[in-house]
């Protein structure tokens, strides 16, 4: 156990400390980085124990909740904005109150100290959270997708959920090519690429990209079909699954713009697909030659 | 509806323009509300973009025949496809 961690999630650097010891789920440890050097692009100070905050006064600007539970409630503040991260086992109970400066660089996360979240800082959902405000600061988006790497291309595949995401990943994975990740996936511009990111899971996997090719928009099909999309279709249902919290138009524009030229370097399909080995070979012979 | 509830609905929209097309993204304190985006043509984004808070359905249809050279009857058309659109948004 140790006070201060590092990890590298898509290239980018995170540092958690605490004043006392703290930990990190499985599926954390193989992004853990003992490359202290350079600028962490995100610091997290971790506090056991929650202060007592009166959010009434503050302005409520979004809830990530459904039908079943909340799973957290932002709000604004004249320094950043404040989170109250609700526990996904016993569902309205308070997990952790959490601060994010104007920046967004440096987070102070307060956790119920009988919640698991006092030893795992990033405890679900706080981890996924924080990586979408990396995204939104520094010109990258989160997805829902699958992806997968097949020695020269890399495709990524998005939908809603149940439309078979992690089947189609498998499917190639069975044809000896290599998932990434089969949920979620973080797009940046490097140079002149776009690469995609595996994130960590509630598994242990390796830190994994890939040079991304292409995209397609999945669903079930009787029978294998594709065709590309482009304009302002593509780039609306592209960012239909991109992870996003859409109360602030700054951060908005910031995905639209990322969006809007991603999409005219990496083409867009949609794709109906049988869920069996011969959608494989389909996309191999009907893609665009254009894919590099 | 009437052009001003149109226009006044213009603030909670991010827009972005892709070529002649526009993309709207709706401001949101939902999460189950994040994936409604839309898009517009070319005659959607022209009618969005001089939408102002004193136009009147006339202005938009003479603007509308007089920059993409339809007749009147068309115009009308175009604008009540616009307004169906955008009522489905509310």
Redesign the interface.
Known sequence: MQNSIHIKIADFSIKLYSETSIELEEGYLPFVSEDEKGVDDVTIHCFSGIPAIDFQKAELVFEAKNEIQKFYSIFRSDTGLGFIIYNQQTKDEVQQIAFLDETFSQWEVYSNPSSESSRWPLKYPLGPIVMHYLTVKSNSVMIHASCVFDGKKGRIFTGFSGNGKSTISKLWADAGNRIINDDRIIIRKIEDNYVAFNTPMYYIDKPKSTVLNAIFLISHSPENKMKKISGALAVSKVMAFCIQNNFEPKLIQNHLDFLSELSMHIPVYELGFVPDASVVNFILANESGRIK | MDLQKLYALKSKF?V?T??N???L???????????E????NETGKFIWENLGEMTTIENIENSLTATFEIDADTAKKDLKIFINKLETLL
């Open positions: 991010v972005r892709v070529g097309e526009l993309i993204v709706p401001l949101t304190g939902n999460v189950a509300q994040m994936n985006l839309f898009t517009m």
